[in-house]
């Protein structure tokens, strides 16, 4: 029996989170028993490159040796309190020092658990009910934001699910990304009733779709002249565009922010921080509850404090932009030699290659793209020993730790799957 059948026994659809599962490609996952740099290894022994990254948080790549040596140190102490650490103090300095917008940080231990606790705190600080989100972009599952979803809850055709009231659902207006007139068309239809819109600044989970123009300028002043409260879920964008996040990157104020993955250094770690004054409505210090046990967690701190402090080192993003801009650039030339005119969107250490001819710049886009070619090009980089993502819909992520060498050898099996795929 396979570890997959096994896990099937036990485990629904033997996974804890459900792309892991190959469900849009087809296929069994591949049990991982190590990482190290760059690199994934399965049980059988196999390397891979990895561009998964856990899904965005490995910035510095597997197993950091800074970060692994800190949390031996910290481990040593114990594992969890339940009472404050400085650990805290520590990471939350750092949040407020990088993150333009952000007085305050409450941490949390997932980017479900940070948006779901954002919405409530916009709700209670503007006395509003509803909130805008775009189709296509994912916000964790919680039930407000469970309604038109990205990432696999897209993948598996199932953007809204059962289980989710109709009466929350309808608390959530769905509005076109990169397109400011669909949600102005929302604030008229729904006026002084909005307490937050909530956006990727780039989505990532319909693959990567930048913002175009000024959109998000547009919807940042939208939402100041609703008093409506814009927040950036930067759970994947949040370090990875920059140092500052998009926020820093695009120029943009959002009222509150919600980071997860890279902040927790590959441990469990949310959180959600902004204005001095959003904040401190949040209990013990104002009336909005929110609460957790393992909140905080000094591993996991020490992780994000350990990931955080590498990225504020001189230089850190610009050899990391010139990294993926290699790869990217690689990619792009080998569709040109092939003919090929799918759609290529990057920014920084993110991208996606849609198997849609043209561009991708909405969701409506995205969906164009053709799923069936994605799962043969997954297979087959697989194969030849590249882990991409399970799902045309999401993103992939460059490290500090992939090598020029990892780079060249990617840049050359792409080109081997796409002429495989084809060339004539
Ligand atoms: N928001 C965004 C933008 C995400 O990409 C994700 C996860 N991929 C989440 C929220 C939810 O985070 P988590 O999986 O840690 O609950």
Redesign the pocket.
Known sequence: MSLFEEAKKYIPGGVN?PVRAFGSVGGEPVFISKGKGSKIYDVKGKEYIDYVCS??PLIVGHSNERIVSRLKEVIENGTSFGAPTELEIELAKLVVEYVPSIEMVRMVN??????MSAIRLARAYTDRKKIVKFEG?????SDS?LVKAG?GALTFNQPSSPGVPDEFAKLTLIADYNDIESVKKLFKENKDEIAAVII?PVA??MGVVLPKGNFLKELESVCKNEGTLLIF?????GFRLAKGGAQEYFGIDPDIT?L??IIGGGL?V?AYGGKKEIMEMISPVGPVYQAGTLSGNPLAMAAGIETLKILGEEGFYDKLREKSNKLWEGFRENCNKLGLKFAFNCIESMGSLFFKEGVVESFADAVESDTKLYATFFHKMLAKGINLAPSQFEAMFVSSSHSEEDIDKTIKIHYEVLKEMFGN
């Open positions: 989170s899904w965005g997932s980017g479900t658990e940070a948006v972009c994912y916000h964790g599952h934001l990432s990727e990532g989970n879920d930067e759970i994947i964008t919600t997860g993955k469990p949310g």
